[in-house]
């Protein structure tokens, strides 16, 4: 008998799990200590909440739940069906917090996240699963800030909220010195953008205006007061790139009398070698494509208009 539409989710969904460094298990066969992260199959949860797609464990505390769904079905309806199985964990078996604050809802194909550490947790579109020790850290980040944070005064508050959501809501004002009018306008909107869970935002500024300048000013906030781990500067020419880099080497933070550079590493991509300890990686859309593609292109790939790429990486591929 052929598999169904879900089964053929299920298994996609199995082998996202994998790849993203979960053991998934049987719930006839459990081992909560196998990994780091586990991920258990067709889950009973106690009267009235059904039974989860997969359960989540963490360090051998449940911390998440997936709901799985045939390709082609709509998954912002399904949110409130994750959320209740988020509620249904037994109450003898050990979570890190409950409702248990991860949620998936995927397809396979398509998968949302909602992270009950936010504000005002909702879905949110994602690439793939996230892995365990990201889901480690973020917990531990959320135990200090249940404990700790009501007793905090508001000056020590700034990168101590849970989630990069709730920290951008409280980052300190900005300071307009050395900005022009448009600029702050700028940096303000988009912060408050960002605060709504509105991720997605333009800034619209004319030739000349300062519009890199801009950035680095709400990239430099958003690493020291968001708490942001890494940001991706991405442009569209190599010699756009250098210039960037430059001038992330000249920003003087009003915050700190700090260069950029002297507080947080800035790299410029000339390969498809990642620093992991950059918080900016400066990446043309040209060595982005090589780096899905995993294939390593030269640095001079940086100055080609994308027509172009696309030619060197059919030749390239055709010796393979």
Known sequence: MSPGPEDIA?????????QSGWVVQDAKAVNLFAKQGVAIREFELKSGHGTADYLLYVDGKAAGVIEAKKAGSTLTGVEIQSAKYSKGLPDALPAWTRPLPFCYQSTGIETRFTNGFDPEPCSRQVFFFHKPETFADWLADGQVATSQLAAMPPQQLYGKQ??????IRQMPPLIEDGLWPAQIIAIKNLEKSLSENRPRAVIQMATGSGKTFTAINFLYRLIKFGGAKRVLFLVDRGNLGRQALKEFQQYLSPYNNFKFTEKYIAQRL??????????????TIQRLYSMLKGVDFPEEVDELSAQGLDTVYRRRSDRI
């Not at 299920?10 to 994998?18: F, K, P, T, Y």
Request: include cysteine; hydrophobic fraction near 30%.
């Open 162 to 167: 849970p989630t990069l959501n709730s920290r």
């Open 270 to 283: 000339t390969s498809n070698t990642l620093d992991t300890t950059a918080r900016v990686c400066i990446c």
């Open 10 to 18: 299920r298994e996609q969904i199995d082998r996202m799990l994998i």
